[in-house]
């Protein structure tokens, strides 16, 4: 089953509003973990990770925290705009063989 | 994407017939991965590869084979195609495996089984 999960398949905001992502990881050895963004009609792209000796990491506008203790990723979107309206999956690294991904959060922002 | 080609973008096949997806990546990356996408299921991986001639099953390998002749090359083959093969399928490369940079992917080939 899956390792990897998000707590919501949806999650609406207004533009400017902070958003907040959330995913679960069941595997406690994982020890990397990545955040992508999927366009309509495009491949998932990169955002931001984490390395499991962390626990916040901070990009542009974004920012990844990590509580293994809870085993509980979320990514943070300031600001949020309309072009920040996609799927965001987290995918966990397992074994050092591939990542897992989970399933998926689309977020809707309105003007 | 960032030296990824997945060709066909598009294709709609018959039940029972073969079917090969290419991924091209020109950044000498060592691994390749093939995921399909399904509504509900997120990112699913079929197969990967660490090298030239070498490769492992993923979570739903079954119905699907790869080969890697070309460190530049992964082909994924339905042998048999079916409805439930009906997917997204997306490519990607990584320089260091799963641990590290992550992955980048390709733009997807939709397929649809008839």
């Known amino acids: 089953g899956e390792s990897v999960g998000l707590h919501l398949p949806t999650l609406s905001v207004q533009e400017g509003d902070n958003s907040i992502i959330n995913c679960a990881y069941s595997?406690?050895?994982?020890?990397?973990f990545i955040w992508y963004k999927q366009e309509s009609g495009k491949g998932p792209q990169f955002i931001i990770d984490?390395?499991?000796?962390?626990d916040k990491r901070q990009g542009q506008r974004v920012t990844v925290l990590l509580n293994k203790t809870v085993k509980h990723l979320s990514l943070q979107i300031a600001a949020t705009q309309p072009g920040d309206s996609a799927v965001y999956f987290c995918?966990?690294?397992?074994?050092?063989?591939?990542?897992?991904f989970g399933k998926g959060t689309t977020l809707s922002v309105s003007s | 994407d960032a030296g990824i080609t997945q060709s066909p973008r598009h294709k709609v096949t018959e039940t029972g017939t073969p079917v090969t997806l290419r991924c091209h990546q020109t950044?000498?990356?060592?691994?390749m991965y093939w995921y399909r996408q399904d509504p509900g299921h997120g990112l699913r991986l079929i197969h990967y590869?660490?090298?030239?001639?070498?490769?492992d099953k993923g979570e739903v390998s079954d119905g699907y084979s790869v080969s890697r002749s070309k460190t530049e090359d992964f082909l994924l083959t339905l042998e048999s195609a079916t409805s439930s093969q009906t997917s997204v399928y997306f490519c990607?490369?990584?320089?260091?495996?799963?641990?590290?940079?992550?992955?980048?992917f390709g733009s997807g080939t939709r397929l649809t089984v008839v």
């Open positions: 950044e000498n990356h060592r691994y």
């Open positions: 595997n406690s050895a994982s020890d990397y």
């Open positions: 995918a966990e690294n397992q074994a050092g063989t591939a990542l897992i």
């Open positions: 990607a490369i990584s320089e260091s495996g799963g641990d590290g940079y992550g992955y980048t």
């Open positions: 984490i390395r499991s000796n962390m």
């Open positions: 590869s660490y090298g030239v001639k070498d490769t």
